[in-house]
């Protein structure tokens, strides 16, 4: 039986380093294939793919968020496009002042929306915008507050199920709306863009589109190695348990709402690292990344990687959009289309997702071990019961 | 420590044990409970020694249910006092801290935590820091290691202990919710039809388990089925509309003209 136990932890733990090592392997042939070898040889990376691939960890580092809520606690959010969007426009308020007087209208101080608008002064909230730790703190502190404080009501008045889920709607929608007006000062529908540099980077310049494509790879990694600390602690646990039986945890004697806010807010942390990193590969961020449609599509990269896994969220995601950079080449007005029917038949006929079938490849592989014979699967990592 | 009526509210660290002096472990007072002027409770007073195994038999929306909801924290009443020894007021704790005081229940449906192992399920029950950063960089220490190990061969799921409780058996999960209230060390066990849909050799060992545990903790059951409430009860309390109809030995409850009347007299019939 104790061997059983250290078999686990060491799965887990192989896991852990399994996809840090697949990540790294694959940050390195990219970065080393971009570099070395030559426009229109076979091995070349351009550019272009770089940035591409840069988006796509972000999507997965989002995808990881929304696993750690929805695939371990049964949190189903369909607003974790705000955090990301949070994330966002906090650095694209900082990238905005790097452009300094270099925009159309040669203002020093104030970006080009606000010189369109007429007005005199940076508003009070942009103070500090300038600033490289305030920034990174703005990234990390706004997702985290408006989680702390949307979670705290919604899940102190024990609100769940979809009535959150539409609550969690509502305020991205509500944010949409809002970074719309241009009296929000954050350059209305058109959002932020027309960045230049990066600490002093060109934007345009290969080396930086390589190098934040390598530093998302490091976020990402960041966020895997954080979340797979959470799920396999005890906390894991308690989250595991709050999302099969909530009224079981709370007669135990746990705050079940505290466990939620406080993986709510670590989620919404990691979203907005995520869009923080993604707006300046991109070039642009505009309150369209609010959009609800966006929020049901990261759920959708997780329930097709398979839940409560972690993993599948990262395979979900990649896999999902490059699908989606693919068909929306060919056949734009039918990507909707494509994306609803894969939803539906991977939750028809892989109810775990791609990461259950590659479990169960796995296992098909690899004979089995003889201590491991005992019918025990990796317990925690099972998703619940697909009711919830 | 105790809570004061307006201010303190228990930390999750802190547990409190009740003041049990006089003998009583649980004091219900002048309860009553109405949902949309239907009165689930009315005025009803419990008594419950310390060490001891009650039972609380009654009809169908006698209110049984009701009250362990009100004695757990889940209902309040509209009236009434319900004290926990002497000093802990329990309408002023949510449920959380009435648990983290010494309060456990086992629901009427068994309810464990599926997709976590027999283990884990009892790892979570221990008695011990609920709050958030201490679940963060938990350990297990030999001592908690042991208990589990105890509580594990109380309900005899040694064997089982790494199967994820959803794969356990309607009677397996029941005693290992038990379990999971045995693990926090609680002074009062609440149980809510504990044999409901177990076999005979099952409702067997819960009677043993149930009747092992008086002593060392109070213990009320709710339960439906006569031959068990017999087999287990030294003192039963018939519930009737919200309030106590009778209570005694089981002896003296057949024996009691009311009772007959309402309740024995149809389930009997």
Partial sequence: MKNLLHCERFKKLRSLHFVIAILFIATLYVTLCNLFFAQGTLLHVSDYTVSLLGKYLCYALLALAVDLVWGYCGILSLGHGAFFALGGYAMGMYLMRQIGDRGVYGNPELPDFMVFLNWSELPWYWAGSDNVMLMILLVFAGPGLLAYIFGSMAFRSRVSGVYLSIMTQAMTYALLLSFFRNEMGFGGNNGLTDFKEIFGFSLQSPETKLALFIATAVALAFGYAVSHFIVNSKMGRVVTAIRDAEDRVRFVGYKPEHYKVWIFVVSAMLAGLAGALYVPQVGIINPGEFSPLNSIEMVIWVAIGGRGTLYGAIIGAVVVSYAKTRFTAIMPEAWLFALGGLFVLVTLLLPKGLAGLLASLMDKLSPPAPENRSPTPAVTSTPAAESK | ?269
């Avoid at chain 2, 006089?22 to 060490?51: C, Q, R, T």
Wanted: charged share 25%.
């Fill in chain 2, 1 to 269: 420590m105790i809570v004061d009526k307006h201010g303190s509210p228990l930390s999750s660290k802190a547990s409190l044990s009740p003041d049990i002096s006089h003998g009583m472990i649980l004091y219900v007072e002048g309860v009553s409970v109405s949902f949309d002027g239907f009165k689930a409770l009315n005025d009803l007073n419990l008594y419950i020694k310390d060490g001891e195994l009650r039972c609380l038999i009654g009809a169908n929306g006698a209110g049984k249910t009701t009250l362990m909801d009100v004695i757990t924290g889940k209902t309040r009443p509209d009236t009434g006092k319900v004290n926990f020894g002497q000093q802990i007021d329990l309408l002023q704790l949510d449920e959380s801290q009435i648990a983290r005081a010494g309060i456990g229940r086992k629901f009427q449906k068994p309810t464990v935590f599926e997709a976590l192992s027999v283990f884990e399920n009892i790892e979570l029950s221990l008695k011990g820091d609920k709050g958030i950063y201490s679940a963060l960089f938990h350990k297990l220490s030999g001592a908690q290691k042991d208990k589990i190990d105890e509580v594990l061969y109380t309900i005899g799921l040694v064997a089982e202990r790494h199967y994820p409780a959803g794969r356990l058996s309607h009677g397996q999960k029941q005693w290992l919710e038990i379990g999971m209230l045995l693990a926090a060390e609680p002074r009062l066990l609440l149980v809510d039809e504990p044999v409901a849909g177990m076999t005979a050799q099952e409702t067997e060992r819960t009677a043993e388990l149930l009747t092992s545990l008086a002593g060392k903790h109070s213990v009320v059951v709710v339960e439906h089925d006569m031959a068990f409430v017999r087999s287990i009860a030294r003192t039963v309390t018939v519930l009737h509309q919200g309030s106590v109809l009778a209570e005694g030995t089981m002896d003296e409850i057949q024996a009691n003209k009311d009772v007959r009347e309402v309740y024995l007299g149809e389930e009997q019939a």
